[in-house]
């Protein structure tokens, strides 16, 4: 399966430098070599604001992949704010449900060499994937060329946007989320802890206190790679290791399925899977099973509306990393190469604007994502009216120097599958720690190697 992706993705790309939608891409142009003389003149023409200005009137095709009502109604009040706002670029927006659609149908078009977007939200493992096969436009030009305020993003944050074997960006954060940490404080109280919990051992000590007092259990975790993978490197260790070769035999990793077994068996955690696992450990925690839901900051509102319960936050939980990390979740903003330049200024320019300080506090307020600029974390007057509208915010955007990208390698999606796997056989089926992982990690450095 993993091959016929290749060769699709092989397939694709071929069909677009033999002349799909747009042709060549004018604005890849080279960076400067660094080298008096032709490099340097290269990189001017690069850098030069006249490449990338919209000069005639133009409509482009926006792709939206959230699926929540007020986020689809915010985008397409944006989308109406900035078609008024000025005259010579009209965005329509498509609201396409979810991830996997969007993917689907990106892939599509890229092998069709038509119907591509201009501009498009897909989740940051993809972007990676996308950029790796040449189907993103490299923004650093128009980065340089119009004064883009990156360095206002977060650093984590734009780094999950590069590709490491070319150092350059292929998207802008957008809508960016984490693995975050929710306590029911009113069941800790009721076991006889007054303070919330803050690292991995007083975690496990409290774990032992609210079984023999409650009867409840404390940790829950989703068998999903984003909560997963953040577990892990908070324990010690990268599980994928360099993207290249795993490093799943790592004793912090070792020791940290170790006691997660443990405390399952004694009743302490849960490792929830299937479909419905997002369901059941929001049920859980909201039934005052569940001491501690170590689930997405995206659903803060959720949580908020729905605990009849005194909740407490926080960015993460303290084990052996400093500080406290959790990797970058949630969506990048995209620009597919294989269009005109023209579409492509369009889209850098409406990227622009939907990105600027004050969207970027809007869309925080509206569904649980990171204010994605330092400068709105660092004023004042906005923080005070966010967390005011939502308090819970603030036990979680206090670690927020914490955040990391995911690993990058295209194939973390797959090898998660294997080692997700892998744990639950461990976990519930009486599997061998050592033959079930030996096994997993076989499969997945056989992946990272391109095969």
Known sequence: MKKMIAL????????????????????????????????DETAAAASSPDLYQITEPIEIEFWNSYTEEAKIDWLHDKVDEFNASQDLITVSIMDISGYPAVDEKITAAQAAGMGLPALCLINCPREQTYAANGMLEPLDDYISATGFEIDDFYDGMVDSMILDSDGKIYGIPFGISSSVVFW????????????MPSTWDEVREAAKIIKETTGKTTVGLLSELNYVEVMMRNAGADPLGDGTVADMQNPAILDFLTEYKEMIDAGEAQFYVGTDQNTNISTAFYS?????????????????????????????????ADPVISCVAGAAAIIPANNSQEVKNAAFQFLTWLTNKENVYSWSVIGGTYPSRYSVLEDDAMMSELYSAQPLYEGIFAGLEGIVSKNKTPYQTAAYKILLDAMSKYFFDGADLNEVWTNAENEINYLLAGN
Not at 184 to 195: K, P, S, T, V
């Open 288 to 320: 005052g099973d569940l001491a501690c839901m170590i689930n997405t900051c995206a659903v803060v509102n959720q949580v908020s509306e729905n605990a009849e319960f005194e909740v407490a936050t926080a960015f993460g939980i303290k084990d052996q």
């Open 8 to 39: 699709l993705l092989s397939l694709a790309i071929l069909l677009c430098l033999s002349g799909c939608s747009g042709g060549t891409n004018p604005a890849a142009v080279p960076a400067s070599t660094g080298v008096s003389g032709e490099g």
């Open 184 to 195: 029911n404080m009113d069941l800790l109280r009721e076991a006889g802890i007054e303070e």
